[in-house]
């Protein structure tokens, strides 16, 4: 079993930053990808970001990209997820997740791609 706790939710204003951190336990991190997801009030959750076991490969989603860095340390069992120039629209919950992967270079998009889940971290930010 792995536990997932997020962290570094608040209440930013528009322009403003946060560093969301995303704590696992009870298995060998380096052998996950770890991604991030939000949800919006009346919205599907939807991807983020996602970073590889090795931490060679990031992805983005198109609304984050140049904004939001996704970044991990192995040796702490976490990975950050900064977010800069915060828009009213990146208000959400946000969710960190895991999955299992014997490959180093991998990620994943989707929402039924990750086997773990966090409870998430509330984002607001007021324009």
């Known amino acids: 079993q792995v536990h997932v706790l997020e962290s570094g939710g608040g209440l930013v204003q528009a322009g403003g930053s946060l560093r969301l951190s995303c704590l696992t336990s009870g298995r060998t991190f380096s052998d996950y990808v770890m991604g991030w997801f939000r949800q919006a009030p009346g919205k599907e959750r939807e991807f983020v970001a996602a970073?590889?076991?090795?931490?060679?490969?990031?992805s983005y989603a198109a609304s984050v990209k140049g904004r939001f860095t996704i970044s991990r340390d192995n040796a702490k069992n976490t990975v950050y997820l900064q977010l800069n120039s915060l828009k009213h629209e990146d208000t959400a919950v946000y969710y960190c997740a895991a999955r299992p992967t014997p490959i180093f270079s991998d990620t994943y998009y989707s929402v039924d791609d990750y086997n773990y889940w966090g409870q998430g971290t509330r984002v607001t930010v007021s324009s």
């Open positions: 970073i590889s076991r090795s931490a060679v490969t990031t």
